[in-house]
């Protein structure tokens, strides 16, 4: 991701915590994900994806069929549920893996 594009989550991460807009931070989280593994911040990486699927599992809470069904169906959670497991499988601990699988088990189902 180019620098604006970081510059621009982490701006949402900060406004979106503030006012509870789930989907920014998701978003935001994701971006920041992506840029931490394409500097070598696997840590750092790992912790962002994780901090994603914890904000999707937090709006999965809040909702009812079918509005759980259409979320957890989503392409674009689907994506990042995968890249999150594959980041995860190659650098995160079994911690973060039990965490990735209870995080993103049903997205994309």
Do not use: Y
């Not at 006012?19 to 070598?40: P, Y």
């Not at 962002?48 to 914890?54: I, N």
């Amino acid at each position: 991701p180019d620098p604006a594009a970081a510059a621009a989550a982490e701006q949402l991460m900060g406004d979106g915590k503030a006012l509870n807009l789930r989907e920014s931070l998701i978003l935001a989280s994701w971006v920041l994900a992506r840029r931490a593994r394409a500097r070598g911040e696997h840590e750092e990486a790992t912790r962002m994806f994780l901090q994603a699927g914890q904000t999707v599992r937090e709006m999965a809470e809040s909702l009812e069929p079918p509005h759980l069904s259409a979320l957890l169906g989503r392409a674009d959670l689907a994506r990042m549920s995968e890249e999150a497991q594959a980041q995860i499988s190659r650098h995160g601990s079994p911690a973060d893996g039990e965490e990735a699988a209870r995080l993103f088990g049903k997205t994309g189902g």
